[in-house]
């Protein structure tokens, strides 16, 4: 349906929003630039989704490039007990309300899945939208024993009849209707800027090879929590240290179970190889990565392990934990090294082994992070919006791409 004059999109899930104080919507950056190119593919934009009350934006958000998006703030609901389970029902109905009029007036639909909204959103776009996409954006080859709303909802995506994007490999076998999908955070002139730093982070390698003269460096990013598993990273560092081998590993990030890790620091006597450096912005996050060796995510489950990619920028390799979509991000050893198990004991021993890199090695490994990244930037991921949209329009009657 077209409204007012031009094609509408809406934007459905729970990615948490604040609003700025010049009265602009606001979200995670990279999240920001991704969805900014949907946007200017849309004559009108509306997103129904949590609308954080905070006043100030946090570290790390950043607002969209339009100032005309409609805004309908949904109930924020979730949580385990019955009281949580109960406060759901009723926030479920909620959504319901709100979604069934914007779902029949757009011409395109934009779900961010696995939450609990898209649980009832996905049926009800089914029903009610002609051309429908989403994301899920969380791992679509998880372990067993994973929560069951989000097996629902993998399920429902296999069965939705718009396009789907997945993080997972082109060669996994997916179904007709799931696109692999990567989520870039920076553009085409901002890797160009980053060529310095690249070359900065190269020639300190070339002068200064982690070894005998000093500690290989290692970088972490993300939230704290067991399933982010920088307990590993600590526990590495000790037993190195205990095998006379130098690693400084610096932490970005907060929440969860930071208190937890600094004190197992603590404990193993390598609070003097560990620094914690909370929560850092874009800038310093480069400057991070640019004095890092290597980075390390080793979650144990994981979507898309977009500070891989970040890293990638200024030329840093990873070491990452299990799933196919962290292989493909290193590529077999091209960019990386992958750990089916990011225990401890793995983690050591791959730093040990990177540690011993010949400069050659070094390079090798910045070039092939470099170039995939310059593969994989907002101006990439534009094209592919280019591409879906044409896919929906073909596939509804009467359709025609946006924008």
Known sequence: MTTR???????AGNTLHVRGP?????????????????????????I???????????????????????????????????????????????????????????????????????????????LLTKERYAIYAGAWDPPPGGSRSYALQRWMLRRFGGVVHVYAPASDGLA?????????????VQLDRLAGATEHRLERLRTSPPGVDRPLRVSCVGRFSANKNQASLVEAVAQLAAEGIAVEARFAGSGGTEEAVRALADQLGVSDRVRFLGRLDEDELLELWTWADVNATLTRVEGYGRVTLEAMGVGCPSVCGPGAMQGELVGAGRRGRQLV????????ATLADLRSLPIERWEQLAEACRD????????????????????LARRSPGGSPGG
Do not use: M
């Open 5 to 11: 004059g031009g094609r509408t999109l809406l934007l």
């Open 22 to 46: 010049d009265g602009r919507y606001c979200t995670h950056r990279a999240l920001a630039r991704q969805l900014d190119e949907w946007f200017a593919r849309f004559d009108h934009v509306v």
């Open 48 to 126: 129904a989704a949590v609308l954080d009350p905070a006043s100030e934006v946090p570290t790390g958000f950043a607002p969209y490039a339009r100032d005309d998006v409609a805004f309908v703030p949904l109930a924020k609901a979730g949580g385990v007990g019955l009281r949580a389970k109960v406060g759901a029902l009723v926030a479920a109905a909620s959504w319901i309300r709100h979604l069934v009029p914007l779902l029949r007036r757009a011409d395109v639909v934009h779900l961010r899945a696995p939450c609990n909204i898209t649980i009832p959103a996905i049926p009800l776009a089914r």
């Open 176 to 188: 007709p209707n799931l696109r692999p999908n990567f989520s870039p955070s920076f553009d085409d």
């Open 341 to 348: 198990d990011p225990s401890a004991g793995s983690v050591a």
């Open 372 to 391: 995939y990244a310059r593969a994989h930037t907002i101006e990439a991921f534009g094209r592919e919006v280019d591409a879906l949209l044409g896919v």
